[in-house]
């Protein structure tokens, strides 16, 4: 049955109002704060084209500081999660899609439970883990001889229980994504592969990865958007410490708000926070394409 354009017009509308009223507009706004000296109950304070703009570039005031912090930070945590949340999340999959069907709609569940759970819920577990005094983490190292370590205030430390907090909270929306791209693997050419004797790494490089090259890169993508949305994990685990070494670019956003009360200016963070994601994304793609 064909539809005819004004159906399919009719049918793409709610989505087009959703696009236009949520996305667009408060992009637009958020735009056109950033051009003004604007606070939350002044309201706006005049024009000031892009003076906010070069505060936060000019290096050595505040603003820029902070900015450079948060955006530093930021990409440390980009640099140390997107790796062990796509390759573990991949090994996971693998491992589930070897076992008896009759056992893969429980594993999968196990695994993807934890990405239901609140952020703060997730925190809140995690904090109490790895608190220096009377955590979890510290009283079985203690146990053990190992002795306690103060992993929430000594760097690399306080990265490294934030990494495990995020991977064991998300890794299951990566990983039922994989399980769905390995369920349209045809299983004939792993049938025939078996016959001409590959091993399991000649199967998987030669099979299995192409096959799922598409997914793979999709999901190394949102990852990277995920990771620069950083914010509850170290908000509630760390509270940006030790020494603001875990306070992302969102969390210096939300206090240009909401502690000076500076909204123009966290606008202009926020579009030049968006300009380095659509670069690093743009870049990873373009580099895909090269390599194909």
Known sequence: MRISKTWSFI??????????????????????????????????????GFDNYVSILTPGNVYSNAFYNGLKNTLIFVAISVIPLVVISLALALV??????????????????????????????????????????????????????????DQPLAWIAILIATVWWTIGFNMILF?????????????????????????FSNITFPSIKGVFVFLTIITVIAS????????????????????????????MVFNQNNLGMASAMSMLM???????????????????
Request: aromatic share 18%; charged share 10%; hydrophobic share 50%.
């Open 96 to 153: 589930i899609d070897s076992i008896p069907d009759k056992l893969k709609v429980f594993y999968r569940t196990i695994f993807f439970i934890s990405y239901a759970v609140s952020v703060t819920a997730v925190s809140a577990i995690f904090k109490w883990l790895f608190t220096g005094n009377g955590g979890y983490v510290n009283n079985v190292m203690n146990t053990f001889g190992l002795g306690a370590l103060n992993w929430l205030n």
């Open 228 to 255: 620069f949305n950083l914010y509850g994990q170290t908000l509630l685990i760390t509270a940006g410490g030790p020494s603001q070494s875990t306070t992302s670019l969102i969390m210096v956003i939300q206090q």
């Open 11 to 48: 049918l793409f509308l709610p989505f087009l109002i959703c696009f236009v009223l949520f996305l667009v507009v408060p992009f637009a706004y958020g735009l056109y704060i950033s051009f003004h000296q604007w606070s939350i109950f002044g309201g706006n304070g005049g024009f000031v």
């Open 274 to 292: 968006g300009l380095v994601m659509v670069l690093i994304v743009a870049a990873q793609y373009f580099y895909t394409l090269r390599k194909d």
């Open 179 to 203: 399980i769905n791209a390995l369920d349209e693997v045809d299983r004939n050419l792993y049938e025939a592969a078996s016959l001409d004797g590959a091993n399991w790494w000649q199967r």
